[in-house]
């Protein structure tokens, strides 16, 4: 497969932790196996450590269709949310008159990814710099997106396409693809 095999090994190293320090991305210069222990390389956005997944992702079968586009993690109205991995607050404001938060993450593949974290109050202004496990803002109280459970829902993305973000930290589903691939499906986007 060439490039994209090696893409695929690149994403999949960078998404493990991989690069100095845990923020470097494939493209850049700490590469993938590197480390300076200059803080995690990845955090689970609430709790301190993985906590109850209320709702999985689940991709829809074409983009406009329905589907889970992130997962549904529990927390408590007002506790603090975290970025997964380190990157740049590249969003924070209101989307259909809920409070979201977007880092963006660069050097990690063309396009770059991105998490959102909803329903969230963010804390620090665009253009801020985060590392893995800082706090990015509380979690809002909503009560519309996991009926009686207050939940913080979390996404990746890389440009318009989802991918589960549990990937992030190891723990996200495998699909198989067919040999030969179809460039559906596969972290290469």
């Not at 090994?9 to 320090?21: I, L, Q, V, Y």
């Not at 259909?96 to 202004?125: D, N």
């Not at 930290?169 to 040999?179: I, Q």
């Amino acid at each position: 497969m060439g490039v994209p095999g090696a893409r695929r090994a690149e994403w999949a190293a960078w998404a493990a932790g991989g690069g100095t320090g845990g923020s470097e991305a494939p493209g850049t210069d700490g590469g993938p196996g590197g480390g300076s222990g200059r803080g995690p390389a990845r955090a689970w956005p609430v709790g301190g450590g993985p906590g109850e997944v209320l709702g999985r992702f689940e991709p829809p079968a074409k983009p406009w269709a329905a589907g889970h586009r992130g997962v549904d993690l529990a927390a408590a109205p007002g506790e603090e949310v975290r970025a997964a991995a380190a990157g740049m607050i590249a969003f924070s404001g209101l989307v259909a008159g809920r409070p979201v938060v977007t880092v963006a993450h660069p050097g990690s593949g063309t396009p770059p990814l991105r998490t959102t974290y909803l329903p969230v109050t963010g804390t620090l202004p665009v253009g801020t710099a985060v590392a893995a496990g800082q706090v990015i803002g509380r979690l809002a109280p909503d009560g519309r997106h996991c009926g009686t459970r207050t939940c913080l829902h979390w996404g990746l993305l890389r440009g318009g396409r989802y991918l589960d973000p549990l990937a992030l930290l190891g723990a996200g589903r495998a699909r198989l693809l067919p040999l030969g691939g179809t460039g559906h499906g596969d972290a290469d986007g």
